[in-house]
């Protein structure tokens, strides 16, 4: 893994987005799979502005999210298909049918699953994966584990997870209790990926996903194994190597 140590959130920011927007010069069709949470929202800002300037163009891209809450509708404030809305897709030129994101209020959401995995092999596969970490090393929502999970699943996420949401949400009681989320191999067999962490209170998940063990309890871990998988990580985050 290449480790690119940034002086705080700000230029992690901007150097990420140097690379997403390099991805999407060098290859204008790309699918970006992408992330939601507050990891990414400096990055998804300079995105925009470089495409209000002029300097990048996602008319041919498409994107295709980790994950999204059971329940929550589209239109739903706290929903992921709204987030990326907000943050990102109505700032810049994507056509609105080339983004893609599970629907968590599905009838069926076993089918969901496995026609989310079925879009993702028609797209001809992820170009490049945006990630951020969770505290207990999750990737997407793929908490941790006894064995790292395949394809697009359900989960029930844990208590911290839905701790380090209800800053989101009104009350812990409001936040959802499981998500659908794209799975392991998903994300690993994207052909490059590209992670973004920072502050203090992740130092600890870094130091694990970068010298710890491959283990499925530590998900974030299996990017050791990744051919092309670049972290973009400020000071703080690294604090602890
Ligand atoms: C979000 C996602 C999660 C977050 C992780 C870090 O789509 O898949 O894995 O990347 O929980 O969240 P933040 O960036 O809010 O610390």
Redesign the pocket.
């Known amino acids: 893994m290449r480790i690119i140590k940034t002086k705080d959130y700000e230029q992690m920011s901007t150097i990420a987005a140097d690379i997403l927007g390099a991805q999407i010069i060098s290859k204008p069709e790309s699918v970006i799979g992408?992330?939601?949470?507050?990891?990414?929202?400096g990055l998804y800002n300079n995105l925009a502005k470089r495409c209000t300037e002029g300097r990048l163009d996602f008319s041919a891209v498409c994107t295709v999210?980790?994950?999204e809450y059971v329940g929550l509708s589209p239109e739903h404030e706290q929903s992921?298909a709204n987030f990326m809305w907000t943050n990102l897709f109505s700032k810049i030129n994507i056509a609105p049918g080339n983004t893609h994101l599970p629907n968590g209020i599905a009838e069926d959401l076993v089918s969901e699953c496995a026609s989310y995995d079925e879009l993702i092999r028609s797209l001809g596969g992820i170009d490049l994966q945006l990630?951020?970490?969770?505290?207990n090393g999750?990737?997407?929502?793929?908490e941790p584990a006894d064995f790292f999970p395949l394809g697009t699943h359900m989960v029930k996420l844990t208590s911290s997870?839905q701790k380090?949401?209800q800053r989101f949400f009104n009350n812990i009681a409001d936040v959802p209790t499981h998500a659908l989320?794209m799975g392991i191999r998903d994300i690993i067999q994207a052909r490059r990926i590209l992670v973004?962490?920072?502050?203090v209170d992740?130092a600890d998940a870094v130091k694990r996903m970068l010298t710890g063990t491959v283990v499925p309890d530590m998900p974030a871990s299996i990017l050791q194994l990744h051919r092309d998988c670049i972290l973009v990580a400020d000071e703080a985050a690294l604090s602890a190597l």
């Open positions: 992408l992330a939601t949470g507050s990891s990414p929202i999210n980790l994950d992921y990630l951020g970490i969770g505290h999750h990737i997407g929502f793929n997870t380090a949401n989320t973004v962490v920072s502050g992740k």
